[in-house]
Nanobody, 122 residues
Framework: QVQLVESGGGLVQAGGSLRLSCAAS????????MGWFRQAPGKEREFVAA????????RYTDSLKGRFTISRDSAKNTVYLQMDSLKPEDTAVYYC???????????????WGQGTQVTVSS
C-alpha cells in the first residue's frame, strides 16, 4: 500500500512558478513509477508527467515539455513537479499517482493522492 499526499499548490500570476510535492508513505515507494495528472473544471483528468522508479526515465505531455519538470527523491519518498512560465490554462487540480509503469494512462496507476489546487491568474 502507498499513501500519497500532495502539497505546494496555490495562487500564482501568469509567468510565475510553483513546485508541487507528493509525499509517499510505505517502504516500497522506490519500486513505483510516479505520475502527475491534472483536472480542470468540466474536463477529463489528463496526463502531465511521469518518472520511472529509478528516476532515469521521464515522460511528458508534449504541450508541457520545457515548462514542467518531474523529479523524485527516494530518500525523502517524495516526487516533485516543477512548473515554470505558468499560464491561466494550467489552472487545475493536480494529482500524483503511483503505479508499475511509467505510463501516460490513468488506468495503469494504482494509488492516487487527494489533489492540490493550482490557480494561475492572468
Amino acid at each position: 500500500q502507498v499513501q500519497l499526499v500532495e502539497s505546494g499548490g496555490g495562487l500564482v500570476q501568469a509567468g510565475g512558478s510553483l513546485r508541487l510535492s507528493c509525499a509517499a508513505s510505505g517502504r516500497t515507494f522506490s519500486s513505483y513509477a510516479m505520475g502527475w495528472f491534472r483536472q480542470a473544471p468540466g474536463k477529463e483528468r489528463e496526463f502531465v508527467a511521469a518518472i520511472s522508479w529509478s528516476g532515469s526515465s521521464t515522460r511528458y505531455t508534449d504541450s508541457l515539455k520545457g515548462r514542467f519538470t518531474i523529479s523524485r527523491d527516494s530518500a525523502k519518498n517524495t516526487v516533485y513537479l516543477q512548473m515554470d512560465s505558468l499560464k491561466p490554462e494550467d489552472t487545475a487540480v493536480y494529482y500524483c499517482a503511483a503505479g508499475e509503469y511509467t505510463s501516460t494512462l490513468r488506468t495503469t496507476y494504482n494509488y492516487w493522492g487527494q489533489g492540490t489546487q493550482v490557480t494561475v491568474s492572468s
